[in-house]
């Protein structure tokens, strides 16, 4: 079984490389794609330092169009078996790929999301973060009966036929929304694995922000009363 792992990138000079060598390091030997969403660090020098390297495939947005679209970029790229998410900072720790991936020898499964509520020893970035993940969950629960305890985990794997069936048309944040309530509107069930986490304040760089939480709670209700047909194919759902 052969894993694809997608990291979008904006500005993430920082932690980066220490990303991507983990990724590597890891015993499944993944096949990273790197996706520069339009950074205007040194992240391209240091991509470019994997040039040649065969495990590590980049691609680029001239412009930021936010990790939506660097995710669907990534999707449109994968030929592994399985797709994982992973972000460019070291919140999530690519040790927990195994869990994850070990899943999939069911083949009955086709989602696996890693959980950070399932490890009760994973610290808490502040309460305002918390909060928002909590009611995202619940909200997401409510209105697709999912039973899942960490919606807004950055890991989510899926198959990768699956992936890129799903019509996905997010540009921001509200990947993980829009993902979500496609596959569950599917009828497919979602597993999870607890996961650690570490996570980062906004000094030290997190993005996501209040805005991106409305944002995710109107794509869950947009979603929930979409026609089933529109989430039949890629080219079903149009832009508003």
Known sequence: MTLDVIIPIYNEENT???????VLASPLHPTIIAVDDGSSDGTR?????YDGNERVRVASHELNRGKGAAVRTGISLATGDVVLVQDADLEYDPGDFGAILVLFEDADIEVVYGSRRLDSSNPIC???FLLGGTTLTWFTNLLY?????DE???YKAFRRELLQS????????EFCPEVTAIVARRGIRIREVP???SPRSRAEGKKIGLRDWFEAVYTLLRYRFLPARA???????KDD
């Not at 020098?45 to 330092?49: A, H, T, V």
């Not at 989430?231 to 759902?237: D, K, N, T």
């Open 126 to 128: 502040s309460s305002m």
């Open 145 to 149: 009966g999912t039973g899942i305890t």
């Open 152 to 154: 807004p985990t950055c």
């Open 231 to 237: 989430l039949a194919s890629r080219s079903a759902i």
């Open 166 to 173: 799903l019509p996905l048309r997010c540009s921001r944040f």
């Open 195 to 197: 996961i650690s986490y």
């Open 45 to 49: 020098e240091i991509l470019e330092r």
């Open 16 to 22: 980066l490389e220490e990303v991507i060598e983990k």
